[in-house]
């Protein structure tokens, strides 16, 4: 009997840390996202930042939901940094409603890899160019940032309904009188889920980027867990999804500029936010 505990030990650890579905919203479709065991909704748990979140991002992007530990909420309204992986769930307003076949999808996904393989620095520049007054009008204060040398995407894994990829990106912000650089780090994923195109997003704190196997594991588990759900009943195997997508620059391109992009305006949003809670504790960033 002893020799069996060992195993039924494992077995709750297995289970305590799978995912629990969290219903989300996308374009009239729930999606049931597998969060990890003991994760909570930034839109419950922490509203103001959950909207200050959405603030920072391109008006393009939708923030369906973001997930942090409880007690890196905690933190954050504190305005210290957090101190695990965090997630955040995006779609395309233009492209939220729009059902995208499979065979859409397959047929753009070449265009979304070579276009991670060949960014350009002005366009990508050109793209992000009213970063800074955006921030800086969240903050209450001037915010300045550039971009080190813009290393590629690293394409990791594809399969039939997801794309991903992880990036560093050396970043040096200024926030008033107050100068940093740092490196960002994340994993992201560009996946169709129940025919909507979903970006999930891993975040790791810049001080453990030593670890980019731990935040490819994370996401995989996330995205895995959506790629799974089975696709909605009622899509025709001919529609034109596709077309709906963010095309300034070709629809492929233009999402993947999204992808790169709100990497670091996600990670420069939350320093942004904890630099203001430090200095009123008991206020926050206009939201735009």
Same mark, same amino acid.
């Given at each position: 009997?002893?020799?069996?505990?060992?195993?039924?030990?494992?077995?709750?650890?297995?289970?305590?840390?799978?995912?629990?579905?969290?219903?989300?919203?996308?374009?009239?479709?729930?999606?049931?996202?597998?969060?990890?065991?003991?994760?909570?909704?930034?839109?419950?748990?922490?509203?103001?930042?959950?909207?200050?979140?959405?603030?920072?991002?391109?008006?393009? +992007?939708?923030?369906?939901?973001?997930?942090?530990?409880?007690?890196?909420?905690?933190?954050?309204?504190?305005?210290?940094?957090?101190?695990?992986?965090?997630?955040?769930?995006?779609?395309?307003?233009?492209?939220?409603?729009?059902?995208?076949?499979?065979?859409?999808?397959?047929?753009?996904?070449?265009?979304?890899?070579?276009?991670?393989?060949?960014?350009?620095?002005?366009?990508?520049?050109?793209?992000?160019?009213?970063?800074?007054?955006?921030?800086?009008?969240?903050?209450? +204060?001037?915010?300045?940032?550039?971009?080190?040398?813009?290393?590629?995407?690293?394409?990791?894994?594809?399969?039939?309904?997801?794309?991903?990829?992880?990036?560093?990106?050396?970043?040096?912000?200024?926030?008033?009188?107050?100068?940093? +650089?740092?490196?960002?780090?994340?994993?992201?994923?560009?996946?169709?889920?129940?025919?909507?195109?979903?970006?999930?997003?891993?975040?790791?704190?810049?001080?453990?980027?030593?670890?980019?196997?731990?935040?490819?594991?994370?996401?995989?588990?996330?995205?895995?867990?959506?790629?799974?759900?089975?696709?909605?009943?009622?899509?025709?195997?001919?529609?034109?999804?596709?077309?709906?997508?963010?095309?300034?620059?070709?629809?492929?391109?233009?999402?993947?500029?999204?992808?790169?992009?709100?990497?670091?305006?996600?990670?420069?949003?939350?320093?942004?936010?904890?630099?203001?809670?430090?200095?009123?504790?008991?206020?926050?960033?206009?939201?735009?």
């Amino acid at each position: 009997m002893l020799r069996w505990i060992p195993m039924l030990a494992a077995l709750l650890l297995v289970t305590a840390a799978r995912a629990a579905p969290v219903p989300l919203e996308v374009g009239g479709e729930t999606i049931p996202f597998p969060a990890d065991a003991g994760y909570v909704r930034a839109s419950e748990a922490a509203p103001e930042l959950f909207e200050f979140s959405q603030a920072a991002l391109p008006e393009g +992007n939708r923030l369906v939901e973001a997930f942090y530990l409880p007690e890196d909420i905690e933190r954050l309204k504190r305005g210290e940094a957090v101190q695990d992986v965090y997630f955040q769930v995006q779609t395309s307003r233009s492209a939220e409603n729009a059902a995208i076949t499979l065979d859409e999808w397959q047929d753009a996904r070449p265009e979304l890899v070579a276009g991670m393989q060949r960014m350009d620095r002005e366009q990508f520049d050109e793209t992000y160019g009213n970063a800074n007054a955006r921030l800086s009008r969240f903050a209450g +204060n001037e915010v300045e940032v550039r971009f080190g040398e813009l290393g590629m995407p690293s394409i990791y894994e594809e399969d039939e309904r997801s794309l991903r990829f992880q990036m560093v990106m050396p970043v040096e912000m200024r926030v008033g009188d107050s100068a940093m +650089n740092m490196e960002i780090a994340a994993a992201g994923a560009v996946a169709l889920v129940r025919n909507r195109m979903l970006y999930i997003y891993a975040f790791v704190p810049a001080e453990r980027i030593d670890s980019t196997e731990r935040i490819r594991q994370r996401l995989d588990r996330v995205v895995d867990g959506l790629t799974g759900v089975a696709p909605a009943a009622d899509v025709d195997t001919a529609g034109d999804g596709i077309a709906a997508l963010p095309d300034a620059q070709g629809p492929q391109l233009r999402t993947v500029y999204l992808l790169i992009g709100v990497v670091v305006l996600v990670v420069v949003a939350l320093l942004v936010w904890a630099a203001h809670r430090r200095r009123d504790p008991g206020s926050r960033p206009p939201p735009g």
